[in-house]
């Protein structure tokens, strides 16, 4: 079984910087793709930001510049780190991972989600 663990939300006024980690754990053999997606208040769910197994990475213009997407493939973890941040980022973050899992098995998971709040 695998299972992924979102942690880092919270409250932080705009401008302020705030960085989610997402790790996974279990019977994992490969990662073979992870992102941040995003859910604000009566909005639908978008690709935040995108990094690939061999390290490339790729983010939506909503974000440049001010996110960065990161993974510890030791620790099986992956961050986001936001600066800037203004109160149109609101909402739940969200991880996504793509795995094989030891038994060679494809497996796409999302994280439970975390709160984000950007308000003075």
């Known amino acids: 079984q695998v299972q992924l663990v979102e942690s880092g939300g919270g409250l932080v006024q705009p401008g302020g910087s705030l960085r989610l980690s997402c790790a996974a754990s279990?019977?994992?053999?490969?990662?073979?793709?992870m992102a941040w997606y995003r859910q604000g208040p009566g909005k639908q769910r978008e690709l935040v930001a995108q990094?690939?197994?061999?390290?490339?990475?790729d983010y939506s213009d909503s974000v440049k510049g001010r996110f960065t997407i990161s993974r510890d493939s030791a620790k099986n973890t992956m961050y986001l780190q936001m600066v800037s941040l203004k109160p149109d980022d609101t909402a739940v973050y969200y991880c996504?991972?793509?795995?094989?899992?030891?038994?060679?098995?494809?497996?796409?998971?999302w994280g439970q989600g975390t709160q984000v709040t950007v308000s003075s």
């Open positions: 996504n991972v793509g795995f094989v899992l030891s038994d060679y098995k494809p497996v796409n998971l």
């Open positions: 279990g019977s994992i053999f490969s990662i073979y793709a």
């Open positions: 990094i690939t197994s061999d390290g490339s990475t």
